[in-house]
T-cell receptor, first 116, second 112 residues
Framework: DTAVSQTPKYLVTQMGNDKSIKCEQNLGHDTMYWYKQDSKKFLKIMFSYNNKELIINETVPNRFSPKSPDKAHLNLHINSLELGDSAVYFC???????????????FGAGSRLTVL | AQSVTQLDSHVSVSEGTPVLLRCNYSSSYSPSLFWYVQHPNKGLQLLLKYTSAATLVKGINGFEAEFKKSETSFHLTKPSAHMSDAAEYFCVVIGSQGNLIFGKGTKLSVKP
């Protein structure tokens, strides 16, 4: 069974479209995250949710809106897609917030978004 | 602010030879440090973590890392490289908000 699953794995779309990426974890973790990995493999956090509550919201355009219907799901909706949004988006989860240093993230396999 | 610097963007070794991937950190307090590995077209997997316990940390697949406060380093090593070790490796520190801050990655190539 996949611990953190993301769908779709690949997404190709036109500029200006709206798209969503879904993420689900079956680990019983309280905290979920979205990370963006650019073409140079650089990973940066976008959002963090703890029990459906937004904890971290980095400098991300308003076109990106995370939604957490319950603590096992964290979806990412992107409006008016731009070329620069092309990247691999990783969902992750952890048992509690990372501040303790004792907990680690379990990552999904990633969703590769290509905007044409 | 917390940060990590991976000193090499690409490291190439021959199978059976030692691996050294270098990472320096910057932190205003005792850091929590991790190494993650990303195989091609895969997600990230935790190799090992340091959380102020033993300075020599052993991870999966024969990897280990040593925390050296005097050198602000957390280098990743393995005595003998295997072809399956070819991947991207990320050094990571926990930031002040509790988020993971990734280094820019080191691509490890293993030649037969």
């Amino acid at each position: 069974d996949t611990a953190v699953s993301q769908t779709p794995k690949y997404l190709v779309t036109q500029m200006g479209n709206d798209k969503s990426i879904k993420c689900e974890q079956n680990l019983g973790h309280d905290t979920m995250y979205w990370y963006k990995q650019d073409s140079k493999k650089f990973l940066k956090i976008m959002f963090s949710y703890n029990n459906k509550e937004l904890i971290i919201n980095e400098t991300v355009p308003n076109r990106f809106s995370p939604k957490s219907p319950d603590k096992a799901h964290l979806n990412l909706h992107i409006n008016s897609l731009e070329l620069g949004d092309s990247a691999v988006y990783f969902c992750a989860s952890s048992p509690i917030g990372q501040g303790s240093g004792a907990n680690v993230l379990t990552f999904g396999a990633g969703s590769r978004l290509t905007v044409l | 602010a917390q940060s990590v610097t991976q000193l090499d963007s690409h490291v190439s070794v021959s199978e059976g030879t030692p691996v050294l991937l270098r990472c320096n950190y910057s932190s205003s307090y005792s850091p929590s440090l991790f190494w993650y590995v990303q195989h091609p077209n895969k997600g990230l997997q935790l190799l090992l973590k340091y959380t102020s316990a033993a300075t020599l940390v052993k991870g999966i697949n024969g990897f280990e890392a040593e925390f050296k406060k005097s050198e602000t380093s957390f280098h990743l090593t393995k005595p003998s490289a295997h072809m399956s070790d070819a991947a991207e490796y990320f050094c990571v520190v926990i930031g002040s908000q509790g988020n993971l801050i990734f280094g820019k990655g080191t691509k490890l190539s293993v030649k037969p």
